[in-house]
């Protein structure tokens, strides 16, 4: 887990074993549906395109938060490295 999430074992533990919850609660924070919608949502699309799925809270996690966009979109940090950005957008809705 990248830009010091390692001080956070267990988001780290969670975005690596059971990214779809962590998504879920994730998404929580910027959309109307429950937790576990989101969860069965990501672990079901992450089959087929988690990258495109995943990418659209990530830019509401943004948004609601004022966080600028980084150099790669956020398409590109889902797909090569979905756990990764799931931990960042969680430390960030906690914070």
Known sequence: CPNGSFGDVGTCLMGTFVPCYLYGKNAEHVKTDSCWTHCLL???CSLFAPCFFANGTRKQIRDKYGIEPEPCN????HCF??????CQESRQVKE
């Open 81 to 86: 490295c979905g756990p990764c950005a799931i």
């Open 42 to 44: 990501y672990f079901f």
């Open 74 to 77: 956020d398409c590109a940090v």
